[in-house]
């Protein structure tokens, strides 16, 4: 790239780059020169804009953590509306499962990288944590509607909730067999325990 030449959003460039070598060698192959280099710009303009490479994870975890989180932030207001079972999947299909995957590798091969998500966004932010926390606060929202069961414990059932999603997304590969399969097995779960309208 020749030198002067400004690069749009770099940033998200240089993020999406870390996804894919992830995808293709694992957290284990990550450098510098690797993101860059699949990224197609100079080594330098990395460190031109982040301290040295866990500074641009730390970065990159921060940034889809926060993906994460607002795409499950508009949970609890759904309740009332709509199903329950289709409402969580929404949420929990709310990132692309390639972004949630590669964040889960990450945060998997470097836990330091969660505790510094966390004080950036807070607590209950890194991996599928915010899915778990927004998950059980709708679940006991709706059940004070009386559209889930009394006897269900909405964190219990979040946490197996975000347990299929975690399983799911490490091990297939194909985004729509991601879907098919989240969609189906978070059904199976929730579906037996709800009604379509408050009692």
Same mark, same amino acid.
């Given at each position: 790239?020749?030198?002067?030449?400004?690069?749009?959003e770099?940033?998200?460039?240089?993020?999406?780059?870390?996804?894919?070598?992830?995808?293709?060698?694992?957290?284990g192959?990550l450098s510098?020169?690797?993101?860059?280099?699949?990224?197609?710009v100079a080594?330098g303009?990395?460190?031109?804009?982040?301290?040295d490479?866990?500074?641009?994870? !730390?970065? $990159?975890?921060?940034?889809?953590?926060f =993906?994460?989180?607002a +795409? /499950? *932030?508009t949970? @609890?207001?759904r309740?009332g509306?709509?199903?329950?079972?289709g409402?969580?999947?929404?949420a929990?299909?709310?990132?692309?499962?390639?972004?949630?995957r590669?964040?889960?590798?990450?945060?998997?091969?470097?836990?330091?990288l969660a505790?510094r998500?966390?004080?950036?966004?807070g607590?209950?932010?890194?991996g599928?944590d915010?899915i778990?926390?927004?998950? !059980?606060? $709708?679940?006991?929202?709706?059940q004070? =509607?009386?559209?889930? +069961? /009394? *006897?269900v414990? @909405?964190?219990a059932?979040?946490?197996?909730?975000?347990?299929?999603?975690?399983?799911?997304?490490?091990?297939?590969?194909?985004e729509?067999?991601v879907?098919t399969?989240v969609?189906?097995?978070?059904?199976?779960?929730?579906?037996p325990?709800?009604?379509a309208?408050?009692?």
């Amino acid at each position: 790239m020749p030198r002067g030449v400004a690069i749009p959003e770099v940033r998200q460039q240089l993020f999406a780059a870390v996804e894919r070598v992830i995808a293709r060698e694992g957290p284990g192959k990550l450098s510098g020169r690797a993101v860059t280099g699949e990224a197609g710009v100079a080594t330098g303009l990395l460190y031109a804009h982040f301290a040295d490479l866990d500074d641009f994870l !730390a970065g $990159y975890a921060v940034d889809r953590a926060f =993906l994460v989180s607002a +795409a /499950a *932030a508009t949970l @609890p207001d759904r309740a009332g509306t709509g199903s329950v079972a289709g409402n969580l999947c929404e949420a929990v299909l709310g990132t692309p499962p390639a972004t949630i995957r590669t964040l889960l590798r990450l945060l998997i091969s470097r836990p330091e990288l969660a505790e510094r998500v966390r004080t950036v966004l807070g607590a209950q932010t890194a991996g599928l944590d915010a899915i778990e926390e927004a998950a !059980a606060s $709708y679940l006991a929202a709706e059940q004070r =509607l009386g559209r889930v +069961a /009394a *006897a269900v414990q @909405p964190a219990a059932l979040a946490l197996a909730v975000v347990g299929v999603l975690h399983h799911v997304v490490l091990g297939s590969a194909a985004e729509a067999d991601v879907h098919t399969r989240v969609r189906r097995a978070i059904t199976a779960l929730v579906e037996p325990v709800t009604t379509a309208a408050p009692r």
